[in-house]
């Protein structure tokens, strides 16, 4: 891999940038891998990568039907934060966050990780007391982040109303180090970097079985071909019920349209994200100055990528309510992914019932943020069998009853 | 030099002149211009800055596809970012400045980006800025902040309202052009109710400019009296300045109608959103041209064939003096021909086809215009105006063969149909070689729920591209769209256009063919964005092979424009990049809107305090002129505390509990949720939802009950009043009404159908009030009435009865620990009976009380609160709770869920009250530590503060909470810090810190 910098880039200007080599190589399958990862999207490509890096495995496939990054990697508002409550969330989203940090230099290619700082309004007692309550629990989580009033929210985000006739704002909890990166540079990073130790990403090649034999993984069958593997990873976000029963197996996951879209590019007015979450919606400035906003899920299960007017309608009223001035900015494009909803809303890192067979799903509205840390864990378990970031994860759990809210924050009002 | 021609120009009125000013200059028009029209009348060639290099741009297009006329318009509370110059029409006083530059237009610091455009190719970024780290926050992103972005931020609330507008209509029909009349009124002839709505201001699309016989009359005549059938029809709605900015499943589409965009502070919506729902959607959108890629195709004063037509024909403005034309298909040669029939020279037209064309050539010879076939332009050149054309031939690398002085080119590249919201909802295309454009493919349609299509395509946005055949498409559009929607059809009279033949297109997607890079990377693709040929060839060469990443990777037709111009000659660039067929590469996605619309709109009526509707309980106003202090609760107001004048809130709360404790208080409690669930199966269905038996309650008395979730959580609680046999009234939470009503209905819709039950929200029917205290007897009493006394009325009772002559319904329950009765009126005599009660009650000292004397009086007496001690992961068993729970019962929702491994763990947090050891208020939401760290490095924890208050009864801080085996450990102290360092050390202790035997509330 020819190294990326801003000598290359000058060197290559000079021959008119005829020198650039492929980012990634785009192989035929081979008959058998080590590892078949399933999905190429951010979760899939950095559990390829840490298996690479940490543990040395590179005899790995990364199968896409689509092109990596194309699903919801490639469709998210990329807010990068860890403020979250319970401990086993903390952990893995800070592990990514951390990660994060160091990314663009660890890949050679610039995510544009950008910890701008994350502001989480606070807009009714009950939500001031769960911020505070979280603010709490993240101290002792090692997270940093701090319960601030609402001047200096003012401060941060200068657009915002804090007096607002229906839901004033009492405060908020930031994450000074929280913020946002580009998602398509995630995936395509951590592609480069795959395929500079040597893995096969294959695009355009759907899976359409799992080949088991004994209770253990053979291979997955493909639009190109039977793929032989040691071990499978399933990291497929809305579809991954579809990819479960091939394996014979199901899974707690829902799957619904979540929507975002951008306005217009301004010149810069907001640096920071700012999530407010009583009026359900959240709104951050991408670099080339658009305004990046997103709410909430549709109602009702589907598969089609694309959602109801009637979300955004809501999400966009509430950002109204809460920034006034983008009434007057117009709004570019709107668009939807399927993400994949379980019953308590956290992730699912798990061993299966077919042996070798692992998945990484679950990550719903937020597993953008949680890509490195979530492909470290998952690389970890399936090199390992087990990893203490994962260990809460499991699919057990729903049968325990021992669930990692996180909705929690939100509760009820009284 | 564009300018003003002394006459013609169908759309202007030369009697109203209008003035309105530029970057501060004041500027002449005519009413009808556009802005762009007008700017290019007053031959202000230069318009804006480009995203990325800041290259100087002028106007390209004449219509919604505009990707460099974009202006900061308006000031203060009006202003408004990024409007199109070629849809803004021009007013009285419009005032407009450029955007995307520093310090002006002429002058644009970032215009070195230009000069360095070569170590800026598509993807830079990504490869650089990667060193040292803390420098892309710090240093590059700001700067790269700082110069992208396009107008500037609003900085005020908005002075403008909006509106929503619902309609349910048999055929929206969307484009006012030919087809989209014609198709209208083959539908309406029908007796379909039609819907026609048509975005710019006038109706009639190309047809009128570019010319044409329908039934022997001239098209723009035949137009005119088809406009005024259609207005005479009461079945068709037609809509002007209404664009169609996307369709959704099921027939659903939405209008944004630019109201007063032309009449800003008149008064009226700005803009309203149409919401309708439609059985049919014609889709008429017409076509838009796209440009040629050559070398300085951006230079102000190059433009789209079309574009230089419409200007000419309906503004009169022509966009140079000495004009060249570039072209690869037959329609460049109408405006070279409108050209010099305005008496405006055509130095040549450039027809990158060795043989030329047809009719429309022979025409343009005839006019004395000179020709050259097999050329093309190798580069414009002129940095802020075209100055000069290099000519070449075609099929070349761009050796010049010759250099013409001029002033514009009008470039033709072929057209595209607008499939935009063909697409949005599914439909597929289908790439058509022979004409080079892609079209909706009829056969794979966007569907409805019944699996029909519902969007028929009609005229050039179905690939049909000459007037005569244009006609005939559209009345079998409208008349599809009619039969779909379930109306008869009858013969219709065959239209008669004139046809007029044209020599087909040769696709060129680059000039001259075999550009030299040098050209490529001059050769503009995107223009607001800065894609060049050469960033595409890029993109694949470095293998962002997928049309998505190539998008994502050069930007792309993620512009303003979001492509219009650029994607077709985009994926061209890139399919021959890769070697590949254009229609292997594929389109991206089209996503809603079509053109970009305002927040405003999207958002309607509701805003500021209409935001979401308000709910106000009877005694609302009351509480507002007594100093409420209000706490939002779901779309419900509730007092937090009564304030006095001089008063802090907290002085507030304590007065209110003592006064509570030692007299008499008021709370109003009309928005706790009251539901009526009634039916010869009504006790059966509420011991599957309630934890406790509630068959077994009898007609006249009350019981606490807790209800749970399949998964055993507890979600909500409350105290159950039986009516009779088959009546019960379950109160809930305020914040829990809706949603357990709902919980409710969806067992009783889909589960326990077959029960007799039903379940009734009689919320808002009632006006409840809490009469607490040690008084309230007394004042009871005193209003007279139903006999209140302890041994007629005793506790967890309730009765039918008046009260100071209201006829009221009263419970003898306590969330307190005082003595209470909460009364039920009906909602309409709430505000008096209250007024009633502090009327009655001065003598003993009553005083309303707010929420936060609630929490602390409920929290003194060890009572849990759904919301505080819960929070959706907590099960009755963490709270004591045990006795709420019958051990009788076969089923009850959660019972299962609750017997699982991890709910039935011996280690699970249990409530517990927490005192600390010097009296002060532990922090709300704190953790209790505990040895070592986990797994995971994070400490260990044992417990947390659920609810905490200054107790003003007790004089000290109290605290309930959730503990590693609490109740077990009874005495012990445990340590919470707080977030700033500080160690909080609390005894565990018994959550009742006031009447644990329950004296008072018993009397
Ligand atoms: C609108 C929106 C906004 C969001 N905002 C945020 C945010 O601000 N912050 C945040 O942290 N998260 C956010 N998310 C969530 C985040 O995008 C996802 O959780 C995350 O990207 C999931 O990554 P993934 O790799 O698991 O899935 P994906 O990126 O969806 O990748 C799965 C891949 O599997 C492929 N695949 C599926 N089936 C098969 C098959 N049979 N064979 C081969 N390949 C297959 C798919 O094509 C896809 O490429 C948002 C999501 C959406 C939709």
């Known amino acids: ?414 | 030099m564009s300018v003003r021609l002394s006459t013609g120009g169908r759309l202007i009125d030369r009697a109203t002149e209008i003035s309105f000013s530029f970057n501060g200059a004041r500027l002449k028009g005519y009413a009808g211009d556009t802005l762009a029209s007008a700017l290019l009348g007053s031959d202000q060639m230069l318009v804006g800055r480009s995203f990325k290099y800041h290259r100087p741009r002028g106007i390209v297009a004449s219509g919604a596809e505009e990707p460099n006329a974009l202006v900061n318009m308006g000031e203060g509370a009006r202003f408004e970012p990024n409007q199109r110059a070629t849809t803004t029409e021009l007013f009285a006083g419009l005032s407009a400045t450029s955007q995307n530059h520093w310090p002006s237009l002429e002058f644009d610091v970032g215009a070195l980006n230009a000069k360095l455009s070569r170590f800026l190719p598509a993807g830079f970024y990504y490869k650089m800025f990667i060193h040292p780290r803390s420098f892309w926050k710090h240093v590059y992103e700001p700067f790269i902040r700082q110069s992208a972005g396009l107008g500037r931020a609003p900085d005020s609330e908005d002075a403008d309202s909006y509106e929503h507008f619902h309609l349910h209509t048999d055929v929206v029909v969307v484009g006012g052009g030919i087809a989209g009349l014609l198709a209208a009124r083959a539908a309406a002839v029908t007796g379909a109710k039609v819907l026609l709505m048509e975005q710019t201001a006038h109706w009639g699309g190309r047809a009128p400019v570019d010319g044409g016989l329908v039934d022997g009359q001239p098209v723009g005549d035949y137009i005119d009296a088809l406009v005024r059938e259609l207005s005479e029809m009461p079945n068709v709605t037609l809509r002007l300045r209404c664009m169609a900015s996307g369709v959704y499943d099921h027939g659903y589409l939405l209008g944004y109608e630019r109201v007063r965009d032309h009449q800003p502070g008149a008064p009226g919506p700005r803009h309203r959103l149409w919401r309708v729902r439609a059985k049919q959607i014609v889709t008429a959108t017409g076509a838009i041209e796209r440009p040629l890629s050559f070398a300085g195709n951006d230079v102000p004063g190059v433009m789209l064939a079309s574009a230089v037509r419409d200007y000419l024909v309906n503004y009169a403005v022509s966009a140079g003096k000495r004009v060249i034309v570039a072209t690869n298909n037959d329609d460049g040669y109408r405006t070279a021909i409108a050209l010099k029939q305005a008496g405006q020279e055509v130095l040549r037209i450039l027809d990158a086809r060795e043989t030329g064309g047809g009719a429309l050539m022979a025409e343009a010879r005839r006019l004395g215009i000179r020709i050259d076939c097999g050329r093309a332009i190798g580069k414009v050149s002129g940095g802020k105006r075209v100055k000069k054309v290099q000519i070449c031939a075609y099929a070349g690398a761009g050796g010049a063969l010759e250099e013409v002085a001029c002033d514009a080119v009008a470039m033709s590249g072929g057209w595209s149909p607008v499939v935009h919201l063909w697409s949005h909802c599914g439909g597929k295309l289908t790439w058509d070689a022979e004409q080079a454009y892609f079209r909706p493919d009829a056969t794979r349609a966007p569907t409805g729920a019944d699996g029909q299509p519902y969007v028929v395509p009609a005229g050039s946005a179905n690939g049909v591209m000459m007037l005569d055949a244009i006609c005939g498409d559209a009345v079998e559009a409208g008349r599809a769209a009619a039969k779909a929607a379930g109306y008869k059809l009858k013969k219709a009279a065959a239209i008669e256009a004139e046809p007029a033949p044209e020599t087909p297109i040769e696709p060129v997607w680059m000039m001259p063919r075999d550009a030299r890079v040098q050209l490529r990377m001059k050769a503009w693709l995107d223009y607001q964005n800065d894609v060049k040929v050469s960033d595409v060839q890029l993109a694949a060469r470095e293998g962002y092979e997928s049309v998505e990443h190539t998008k994502r990777y050069t930007t792309l037709g993620m512009a303003t424009d979001q492509g219009k111009l650029s994607n077709i000659n985009g994926l061209a660039t890139l399919a021959d990049a890769l070697g590949a067929e254009i229609p292997a590469v594929g389109t991206t996605t089209f996503r809603p809107p079509y053109t970009p619309i305002s927040m405003g709109a999207i958002g309607g009526e509701a805003r500021g305090a209409v935001f979401q509707p308000l709910r106000r309980t009877a005694m609302h106003g009351w509480h507002e002129k007594n100093g409420a202090d209000w706490e939002p609760v779901g779309h419900w107001r509730r007092p937090y505390a009564f304030a006095r004048s001089g008063e802090s809130v907290h002085d507030a709360v304590m007065r209110e509990v003592k006064n509570t404790r030692e007299n008499v208080g008021l709370l109003d409690a009309s928005t706790l949720g009251k539901i009526l669930v009634k039916g010869p199966d009504a006790g059966k269905f509420l011991d599957l939802l309630y934890t406790n038996m509630m068959s077994s309650l009898k007609p006249g008395k009350c019981r606490y009950g807790l209800m749970c979730n399949e998964n055993g959580f507890l979600v909500d609680d409350g105290v159950v009043a039986r009516i009779d046999d088959e009546t019960f009234l379950c109160h809930t939470t305020t914040g829990g009404a809706d949603r357990i009503h709902a919980h409710m209905e969806e067992w009783l819709q889909t589960e326990w159908w077959d029960m007799q039950v039903y379940a009734a929200n009689l919320t808002e029917q009632y006006a409840q009030v809490a009469v607490v205290g040690p008084k309230a007897r007394m004042l009871l009493e005193k209003l007279g009435g139903m006999d209140v006394s302890a041994e007629t009325f005793p506790f967890m009772t309730w009765q039918d009865g008046t009260l100071g002559g209201f006829d009221v319904r009263a419970y003898r329950i306590s969330f307190s620990g005082e003595l209470s009765y909460e009364i039920a009126v009906p909602t309409a005599q709430g505000l008096a009976f209250w007024e009633a009660l502090v009327a009655a009650g001065k003598e003993f000292g009553i005083m309303p009380y707010g929420t936060e004397a609630l929490h602390i009086m409920r929290a003194e007496k060890g009572f849990i609160m759904i919301g505080d001690e819960t929070d959706g992961t907590i099960i009755p068993q963490d709270l004591g709770l045990n006795w709420a729970i019958s051990k009788k019962k076969e089923d009850f929702l959660g019972k299962r869920a609750q017997e699982r491994a991890h709910m039935t763990d011996p280690n699970r947090w249990k409530l517990v009250g927490l005192e600390t050891l010097d009296g002060a208020v532990l922090p709300d939401g704190a953790y209790a530590v505990a040895e070592g760290v986990n797994p995971n490095g994070q400490r260990n924890t044992q417990g947390r503060v659920t609810s905490t208050y200054y107790s003003p009864t007790l004089c000290k801080g109290i605290a309930m909470g959730l503990v590693l085996k609490g109740p077990e450990r009874m005495g012990e102290v445990i340590e919470f810090p707080g977030t700033d360092g500080t160690v909080f050390k609390a005894r565990i202790v018994d959550p009742v810190f006031y009447d644990k035997d329950g004296e008072k509330q018993n009397v």
Not at chain 1, 69 to 79: E, W
Not at chain 1, 172 to 185: E, K, N, V
Not at chain 1, 200 to 220: A, H, L, N, P, S
Not at chain 1, 299 to 316: A, D, K, L, M, P
Request: proline share 4%; hydrophobic share 40%.
């Open chain 1, 1 to 414: 891999m020819k190294r990326y910098s801003a000598f290359a880039i000058a060197r290559e200007a000079l021959r008119f940038h005829t020198g650039w080599e492929r980012a990634w190589r785009s192989p035929e399958p081979r008959r058998r891998y080590d590892v078949v990862i399933v999905g190429a999207g951010g979760h899939g490509l950095a559990t390829a990568y840490y298996l690479g890096k940490n543990f040395g495995i590179t005899n790995v496939a990364v199968i896409e039907k689509g092109w990596l990054g194309g699903g919801n990697t490639g469709r998210n508002t990329t807010i990068i934060r860890s403020n979250y409550l319970q401990d086993p969330s903390a952990a893995i989203y800070e592990k990514a966050r951390s990660l994060y940090e160091t990314l663009s230099q660890d890949l050679n290619y610039n995510v544009m990780f950008s910890p701008r700082g994350v502001i989480m309004l606070a807009q009714t007692h009950h939500e001031v007391r769960g911020y505070q309550r979280t603010a709490h629990a993240n101290a002792l989580q090692g997270v940093t982040t701090e319960w601030i009033s609402p001047e200096r929210v003012k401060e941060l985000v200068p657009i915002i109303r804090l007096d607002g006739p229906r839901y004033p704002v009492m405060g908020g909890l930031w994450q000074a180090r929280g913020g946002t990166a580009r998602h398509d540079a995630v995936a395509w990073g951590y592609a480069r970097a795959c395929s500079a130790m040597g893995m096969d990403i294959i695009q355009k090649c759907e899976v359409t079985g799992v080949r088991t034999e004994g209770g253990k993984v053979r291979g997955v069958d493909t639009t190109k071909g039977p793929i032989d593997c040691g071990k499978l990873g399933i990291v497929v976000a809305g579809h991954s019920s579809h990819l479960a029963e091939m394996g014979g197996f199901r899974l707690p996951i829902e799957s619904v349209a979540l929507q975002a879209l951008v306005s217009e590019p301004i010149k810069p007015c907001m640096d920071v994200v700012v999530m407010a979450n009583t009026v359900h919606g959240y709104m951050s400035q991408s670099d080339k100055g658009e305004m990046v906003i997103g709410g909430g899920t549709d109602g009702f299960n589907n598969y089609t990528q694309r959602g109801s007017f009637h979300h955004i309608e809501e999400t966009v009223r509430a950002l109204i309510e809460t920034f006034p001035m983008i009434s007057r900015l117009k709004m570019l494009r709107q668009w939807g992914g399927i993400v994949d909803m379980t019953g308590d809303r956290s992730p699912i890192l798990s061993k299966t019932p077919v042996e070798g067979v692992f998945v990484n799903c679950g990550w719903g509205t937020g597993g953008f943020k949680a890509i490195p840390g979530s492909g470290w864990a998952m690389a970890e378990l399936m090199a390992k069998g087990h990893s203490p970031l994962t260990a809460d994860f499991g699919l057990d759990r729903f049968r325990e009853g021992r669930f990692i809210d996180e909705s929690v924050a939100a509760g009820v009002a009284h």
